[in-house]
C-alpha cells in the first residue's frame, strides 16, 4: 500500500494542499489565494473555477515540490468550507457561483418554510420538534446553511434552480470533479436539513423534510456512508495534476469534521478551538443532543458511528483582516501583533464587537452588528488593534460558557488549530480570557489536510479510529495569568450585555 493521501482543504481565503503520511505527518504543502465575492448587503459568493484554478496551481508546486511522495498516493481526500451551495448541470459544471457559509440571502425565504401561526423563537413548535427529532436541530433563521441557499436561488435565481442537475456542497463539487460522481456523506450533507440521522450507519432524505422545503429530490447528491470510498481519480484530472490516475477518493467533510481529527483531540469531549476566518469550539460526542436555544447540536461525524458538536462564530480572523484591509490600520496581521503587543491587557477599557457578520452561537442573529464600544479620545491604535483580537477572545468565551451548558460539564485544556494559533499573543489572551490552557499543537495550521487525510486511511482500512488517538503532539501551551484573569472579568460581562444592549437596535437597521 502506497505511504501518502493528497488531502485538499477548501478554506475561503483559498486552499492547502499536503501530502499527509499514515502517522498524520504533513510532509509538504502549499497553499493558494482565492477570491471571495461579497454581495452587499447579504451576499457571499465565490468561483468554483477559480477554486479549481488555484487547487491545481498548489498541487503542481506540491508535486514538484515531492515528487518521489507525489508518486506514492493511496488516496485523494478533501475538506472544505461548510454550509455552501454550488449548482451544477449534467456535464459536472458549475453553472453560475456558488453560494457560501457567509450568505444570508435565504433568511427570509428558510422564515417562511420553518414558522407557522403560533411560533417559539421564530419557529412552528410541531415543525421545529420533528426537524429536532430526525436531523439532530433544525434551519437556522440566519439564512447561511446549505437549504437556505436553495430556496433563495429557487425564488430569486428560478432559472438556475431550473437548470442545475445537482445541488451541491463545496467539498462534493470538488469530489464531482475529481471522480465524476455527485454524491454526499451523512456527515457533510447535515446542512441540506433533509436527512434523517437518527442512525450513523442508515441514512436517507426524509420525504416529510422534502415536502416542507418544497426541494426536489432528483437535484441532491447521492447520500453514501461516512469515510467511505467514492470512486477514482479521472485520468482527465490526473494528467492535469501530474499524478496517476485511478488513485481512490474518498468521501469529503466540512473543515469542522476534519479539524476534529486532525486536532488530535479526537477522543469524546476532548475540544479543541479553531480561529481562522471564522471560529468554533468543538469535541466529538458519542450520541445525538440538541441546544436549541444557544443554536447548538451534535451532528454525524466523519468518523464512522461518531458524532461531534457543531457551533461557530462567523468572525475571527475575518476581523483581523478587516481591520488590515478595509480600515487599514496596519499593512499586515504581523504587524498588527507587534503593534497589539504594546496596549495593555483589556486595552484601556475598550472592547471590540466582533459581530461583523452577525452571529450564530450562541445566539443566532444575522442582523446584529460589531465594532468598538467605549472608544476614547485617549484610546489609540495599539487599543484598538489588542481590543480585537480579545474581543475575539470574549467571543470564544460566551460559546465556551453555552458549551458547558451544553455537556454539563466544566472543559478541560483547549487545543487551537488555525491560522490565529500563530500568534503567540492571542493564544494568552484566550487563555487569560478562558482560563483555560490553551494547547497549541504541531502543524496546528494544517489540522484540515492532516484530518482529511486521516479519515481517509479510516476509508480505506489502513487505520481504525482507535488508532487516531495521540498522532498529533503539542508544540507549547499558554496556561493563564491570574492577575491578567482579573482585568478581564467586567470587561468580558461588559461584551456580554452589549449584545443584550444592541441587539434591537441593529435588528431594525439591518432587518
Not at 420533528?130 to 435565481?157: C, F, M, N, Y
Not at 442537475?165 to 436539513?193: F, H, I
Not at 491570574?482 to 452589549?498: I, K, N, Q
Request: proline fraction near 5%; charged fraction near 20%; aromatic fraction near 6%.
Amino acid at each position: 500500500m502506497p505511504d501518502h493521501i493528497l488531502a485538499i482543504d477548501l478554506g475561503t481565503g483559498g486552499p492547502k494542499v499536503a501530502l499527509v503520511d499514515r502517522r498524520g505527518k504533513v510532509v509538504a504543502h502549499e497553499v493558494e489565494m482565492t477570491e471571495l465575492l461579497l454581495q452587499p448587503p447579504d451576499g457571499a459568493e465565490q468561483d468554483p473555477d477559480d477554486w479549481w484554478r488555484a487547487i491545481t496551481a498548489a498541487v503542481h508546486r506540491l508535486v514538484a515540490a515531492a515528487p518521489d511522495e507525489a508518486a506514492d498516493l493511496a488516496g485523494v481526500s478533501v475538506t472544505s468550507q461548510w454550509c455552501g451551495t454550488v449548482p451544477v448541470d449534467g456535464d459536472g459544471n458549475a453553472i453560475g457561483n456558488a453560494i457560501i457559509w457567509m450568505d444570508s440571502r435565504g433568511a427570509a425565504a428558510i422564515g417562511r418554510v420553518v414558522s407557522g401561526r403560533v411560533n417559539v423563537m421564530g419557529y412552528d413548535p410541531r415543525r421545529l420538534a420533528r426537524w429536532v427529532q430526525l436531523t439532530g436541530a433544525a434551519p437556522s433563521l440566519s439564512g447561511k446553511d446549505s437549504i437556505a441557499h436553495i430556496l433563495w436561488l429557487k425564488e430569486e435565481r428560478p432559472e438556475v434552480y431550473a437548470a442545475a442537475d445537482r445541488l451541491l456542497e463545496p467539498g462534493d463539487y470538488l469530489n464531482l470533479r475529481l471522480t465524476g460522481k455527485a454524491v454526499s456523506s451523512q456527515d457533510c450533507a447535515v446542512m441540506l436539513w433533509l436527512t434523517d440521522n437518527r442512525d450513523r450507519h442508515t441514512t436517507a432524505y426524509h420525504p416529510q423534510l422534502l415536502e416542507w422545503t418544497g426541494v426536489d429530490e432528483a437535484k441532491l447528491p447521492t447520500l453514501v456512508p461516512s469515510a467511505s470510498v467514492v470512486g477514482e481519480l479521472l485520468p482527465a484530472v490526473a494528467e492535469e495534476w501530474g499524478i496517476a490516475a485511478g488513485v481512490p477518493v474518498t468521501t469529503s467533510m466540512g473543515d469542522v469534521h476534519a479539524a476534529c481529527v486532525g486536532c488530535g483531540a479526537v477522543r469524546d469531549h476532548e475540544p479543541h478551538l479553531y480561529l481562522g476566518t471564522s471560529s468554533w469550539l468543538s469535541f466529538h460526542l458519542p450520541g445525538k443532543r440538541t441546544d436549541v436555544r444557544n443554536n447548538m447540536a451534535a451532528f454525524p461525524a466523519a468518523l464512522p458511528g461518531k458524532y461531534f458538536l457543531a457551533n461557530e462564530h462567523e468572525a475571527a480572523g475575518a476581523c483581523l483582516l478587516h481591520a488590515c484591509d478595509r480600515l487599514r490600520l496596519v499593512a499586515t496581521l504581523d504587524e498588527l501583533n507587534e503593534v497589539a503587543a504594546e496596549a495593555p491587557s483589556g486595552s484601556n477599557g475598550l472592547i471590540y464587537l466582533p459581530w461583523l457578520n452577525g452571529e450564530r452561537t450562541p445566539v443566532d442573529d444575522h442582523t446584529i452588528r460589531g465594532g468598538w464600544t467605549n472608544l476614547s479620545l485617549s484610546h489609540d491604535r495599539a487599543d484598538m488593534l489588542r481590543s480585537i483580537l480579545e474581543g475575539v477572545a470574549y467571543n470564544s468565551r460566551w460559546l465556551m460558557e453555552a458549551v458547558e451548558s451544553f455537556t454539563k460539564a466544566p472543559l478541560g485544556p483547549i487545543v487551537v488549530i488555525g491560522g490565529g494559533a500563530r500568534s503567540d499573543l492571542w493564544c494568552q489572551i484566550h487563555a487569560d480570557v478562558l482560563q483555560r490552557p490553551i494547547r497549541r499543537v504541531e502543524d496546528f495550521q494544517h489540522a484540515g489536510t492532516r484530518g482529511a487525510a486521516l479519515v481517509s486511511w479510516v476509508a480505506l482500512g489502513e487505520m481504525t479510529v482507535d488508532e487516531l488517538d495521540g498522532l498529533v503532539a503539542v508544540e507549547r501551551e499558554f496556561t493563564p495569568d491570574r492577575s491578567t484573569t482579573a482585568t478581564y472579568e467586567p470587561l468580558y460581562d461588559a461584551f456580554v450585555a452589549m449584545y443584550k444592549a444592541t441587539k434591537g437596535i441593529h435588528a431594525k437597521l439591518n432587518h
